[in-house]
């Protein structure tokens, strides 16, 4: 997670607002680099780019605030309990969740199976209960049925968490090759795009069915393993 959060592009270099007095080499006008090139204007340009004197480009950045929050949908059906399914889908909803501590967003953890229960936990930024954390973690439902991401229960469950306004990163991990009737697939856009929500699905080691029509990207992996391609796309939320 820190790998992919560092190599996230930075935003805002390109935005050339004004001239400013300062020392950093990147930034200079192109007046001053020429300065550098002439003997007797040398000395007193290196005097003033060490004092921070020297003209140099004015950049905005944009600030990382106001983003919406990351809710990560686990599958606790009784067959992600198979190898080591559960576990590295257990460890991609901890390593988001510390992406969005990082970022300061707030989180919802879910963990569901089907019509048989769900998990839901809260971790507000910088006001997480880490034994609630370590308690969802080491919980598993084993149960399950036909459709073991909540789809249908999504809107119940985004309102139950509390979660707060903004672009929503939505995260689906399971198993599961799903049958998703037309009307319920066309409430499921309508709640996306009423809290304006974006969901990447990661499917294991199965076609992912209808699942591939209501998300905005889907794929389908063998297992989820930190240096896959896919894994590296959700990280780098």
Same mark, same amino acid.
């Given at each position: 997670?820190?790998s992919r959060q560092r190599l996230?592009?930075?935003?805002?270099?390109?935005? =050339?607002?004004?001239?400013?007095?300062?020392?950093?080499?990147?930034?200079?006008?192109?007046?001053?680099?020429?300065?550098?090139?002439?003997?007797?204007?040398?000395?007193?340009?290196?005097?003033?780019?060490?004092?921070?004197?020297?003209?140099?480009?004015?950049?905005?950045?944009?600030?990382?605030?106001?983003?919406?929050?990351?809710? =990560?949908?686990?599958?606790?059906?009784?067959?992600?309990?198979?190898?080591?399914?559960?576990?590295?889908?257990?460890?991609?909803?901890?390593?988001?969740?510390?992406?969005?501590?990082?970022?300061?967003?707030w989180c919802g953890l879910i963990?569901?199976?089907?019509?048989?229960?769900?998990?839901?936990?809260?971790?507000?930024?910088?006001?997480?209960?880490?034994?609630?954390?370590?308690?969802?973690?080491?919980?598993?439902?084993?149960?399950?049925?036909?459709?073991?991401?909540?789809?249908?229960?999504?809107?119940?469950?985004?309102?139950?968490?509390?979660?707060?306004?903004?672009?929503?990163?939505?995260?689906?991990?399971?198993?599961?090759?799903?049958?998703?009737?037309?009307?319920?697939?066309?409430?499921?856009?309508?709640?996306?795009?009423?809290?304006?929500?974006?969901?990447?699905?990661? =499917?294991?080691?199965?076609?992912?069915?209808?699942?591939?029509?209501?998300?905005?990207?889907?794929?389908?992996?063998?297992?989820?393993?930190?240096?896959?391609?896919?894994?590296?796309?959700?990280?780098?939320?």
């Open positions: 997670a820190q996230r592009t930075s935003h805002g270099l390109d935005d =050339v607002v004004g001239v400013e007095p300062a020392g950093e080499i990147g930034r200079l006008l192109p007046v001053e680099l020429a300065k550098l090139m002439v003997p007797e204007l040398e000395l007193d340009t290196l005097r003033r780019i060490a004092e921070r004197e020297a003209l140099c480009r004015e950049h905005h950045a944009v600030e990382p605030v106001g983003k919406g929050p990351i809710i =990560v949908s686990v599958d606790e059906s009784g067959s992600m309990e198979t190898g080591e399914k559960i576990h590295t889908a257990k460890a991609l909803a901890l390593a988001l969740a510390w992406i969005a501590r990082q970022q300061r967003r963990a569901y199976s089907g019509d048989s229960g769900e998990r839901l936990l809260t971790l507000p930024p910088g006001r997480w209960d880490e034994s609630a954390m370590c308690d969802w973690l080491s919980a598993f439902i084993g149960c399950g049925s036909n459709l073991d991401v909540p789809v249908r229960e999504m809107p119940d469950f985004y309102c139950r968490l509390g979660a707060p306004n903004g672009i929503t990163d939505v995260v689906f991990i399971t198993d599961a090759q799903c049958r998703i009737e037309m009307e319920l697939q066309d409430r499921f856009r309508a709640w996306k795009r009423e809290v304006n929500a974006r969901l990447i699905t990661l =499917v294991i080691d199965n076609p992912p069915g209808d699942l591939a029509s209501i998300s905005d990207e889907c794929h389908t992996v063998a297992a989820i393993a930190p240096d896959g391609d896919a894994v590296g796309r959700v990280l780098s939320l």
